[in-house]
C-alpha cells in the first residue's frame, strides 16, 4: 500500500504590501469576446471570476477550453461525487494547496466522503476506513503521483472498481487539479481574507 507522504509544502501567503501577482480582474476589463465567459462562470463558481479564473481569464481561449472541461469534470463526470471530491482533495493535498483544500474540503463531506478520511489524508496519514472504491482511488492517484505509473494490481483493481470510463474520468479529474493547484501556486493566491488556512505557513 502506499503511504499517504507528500513532497509539497504548504503555499505561503505573500508578504504583507507585497502587490498581488495577478490583480483582479473585472468583467469589463476583459477583452468583449471574454465577457460572456465571464458572465457563465460568475454564475456557477463560488468564487466568481477569483480564485483560478482570475489567472486563467488572462489566456481567454485557454479560459473557456478549461471552463467547459470543468464543467464535465466536475458537474457531468462519469465518477460518484464522492470519489470526484475525494481525488482532488487528493491533488490538493498533495500540493498542499490553501485554495484548493478549502474550496472541496466542504465540498467532499457534503457528498459523503467522511470527516475521517478526509482528515486523516490532511494529516498525512493513509486514510482508515475507506470504503472499498476509496481505497482503490487513493492507492491509484498516490501511485501516480509518488511513482509516476501504476502497478498491474492497481490497475486491475481499479478497472474492476471502476470501469473503462470512470477509471479515465478520475485520472482525468485529478490531473486538471494539479493543474489548477499550479495556476493558484503561481498566483499566491490565498483563501478570502480571514478564513483560517488548511495548512501551516512557516515562519522563517
Known sequence: MVACASVAIAQTPPQAGEPKRFPQLTVEQLPAEAQPLAQEIIKISTSGIGGPYNIMLRSPVYADRMKRL?????????????????????QGNFWKSQVEWSAHYPMALKAGLSKEVADDLKNGIRPRNMQPDEDVVYDLLMEMNQTHE???????RAKALLGEQQLVDLVAVSGTYVTVAMLLSLGKVMPPEGKPLPYPVSKN
Open 150 to 156: 501504476v502497478t498491474d494490481a492497481t490497475f486491475a
Open 70 to 90: 470543468l464543467d464535465y469534470l466536475r458537474f457531468n463526470t462519469s465518477v460518484p461525487a464522492r470519489l470526484n471530491e475525494f481525488a482532488i482533495l487528493i
